[in-house]
């Protein structure tokens, strides 16, 4: 007996097998979103916590004029821009303050008024290093367990 022709009357596949497409086709989207959320988190860094970072080998000024300048000036006299940083320069408000404390106010940060928290950025070394240097600015002498300040 020969094969029946196509019928042009059939059903259409049920309805069943439609829902599946649409729910597989979105769970890829949601996949795809995902991954690239983690890929480019990744690769600005957010991902990072703190104690992560490797040290970079810059000296404590190199540090501050690639991180810090920009809003605190390039000597320390204080920023000019609209994100103004307090000056460390004999006489600014943060000429004062002791190598310890300055190592524990960069880590934290006051994220609120404009002042990132560095441990979430570089290295707790680099950190000892920049403050260091920021002691120099202040006319201070620079905490001796430090190397590569200036
Ligand atoms: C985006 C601008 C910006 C950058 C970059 C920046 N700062 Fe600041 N920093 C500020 C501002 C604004 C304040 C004042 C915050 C406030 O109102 O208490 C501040 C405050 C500080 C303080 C005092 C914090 C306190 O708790 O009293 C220290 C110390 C400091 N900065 C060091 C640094 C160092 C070192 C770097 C580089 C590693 C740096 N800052 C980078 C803007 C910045």
Redesign the pocket.
Known sequence: MPAAPPDPFAEPPPRRFRALTIVAAALGGVVLVLALTIGVGYLRGANDLPGRHVATGRTGAE??AK??A???GRNGEG?SLS????AFAPGGP?AG?TFEQ?VE??G?G?PL????G?KFR?SADDIRK??AY?QILSGQQPDPSVEDVP
């Open positions: 540090i501050y991180n810090c920009g809003c605190h920023g994100i103004k940083g307090p943060l303050l300055r106010k960069i934290r006051r008024a404009g002042m990132p560095w570089i920049v403050a920021t």
